[in-house]
């Protein structure tokens, strides 16, 4: 997909990227993979998160891909902020647990927003294929359904946005030990928190079969024994079906 960067240190084999790229399992499964930071640039409206060229890779994929789920998987999770800088969000920290847009965020670009618009519009726009984002950074388990963007309306199929959980975060990794704040929903973004951010260990499994995506998530306190997960049951299941 893009020419990876070598070193001295780090080295690729010819072809592979360090920042972007796929996993595939057969035409079942296609997984998005994409670094939101490394490439991030400053230059306000025209600013991006990943690359031009990256932005219409990933639509394209979404577009055309043979694979009958298409998962988006980047570095910095759509439809939370804890009002930090990197995020697509311009939110801040505005105390008592809540976030505001009336802090200015230095540095932040409004460009960063509107390319996370333009992929959510395109996840949302597939057409019988569930538009399922799943990222980490937040340190917290977290489902939530985004029905408009900006001025964008994904009501026609809602983008789903999930938080996998940390395996092994503790003080003080949690945002809201941090910032004061857990990850919540930014302004300009309608959702519907199935599962507002939760702060605590986990992970989850996503089973995909043709027809549909099963999430399950589990919590799991440090310390337990590994034996403890024969046993560990999940805490919310969600099931995702197609719609075509």
Not at 34 to 41: H, K, L, N, Q
């Amino acid at each position: 997909m893009c020419s990876p960067r070598r070193g001295p240190i780090q080295r690729v084999s010819p072809g592979v990227s360090e920042s972007f790229g796929t996993l595939r399992y057969g035409r079942l499964l296609e997984l998005l993979l994409y670094d939101c930071r490394r490439y991030m640039t400053l230059t306000g409206p025209r600013a991006t998160f990943v690359p031009p060229l990256v932005e219409e890779w990933l639509k394209g994929r979404m577009a055309i891909s043979d694979a009958t789920h298409v998962v988006n998987m980047p570095s910095v999770p759509p439809g939370w902020s804890a009002g930090k800088w990197g995020e697509w969000y311009v939110d801040m920290d505005g105390g008592n647990q809540r976030l505001t847009t009336k802090i200015p965020k230095p540095y932040w670009q409004s460009g960063w927003r509107l390319q996370h618009d333009r992929l959510l519009q395109a996840a949302s726009t597939m057409g019988g294929r569930i538009p399922l984002f799943i990222s980490g950074d937040l340190h917290s388990l977290g489902e939530t359904r985004m029905l408009r963007t900006s001025a964008i309306d994904l009501r026609g199929n809602p983008v789903i946005s999930v938080l996998p959980g940390p395996l092994g975060t503790g003080r003080p990794g949690w945002p809201s030990l941090v910032r004061g704040l857990r990850a919540l929903p930014p302004a300009g973004l309608e959702v519907e928190e199935a599962l507002p951010a939760l702060e605590d260990n986990g992970f989850t499994i996503a089973d995909f079969a043709p027809d549909r995506i099963t999430l399950r998530y589990f919590n799991w306190k440090l310390g337990r024994p590994e034996s403890a997960l024969d046993t560990l049951e999940p805490f919310r299941v969600t099931e995702l079906s197609r719609s075509g």
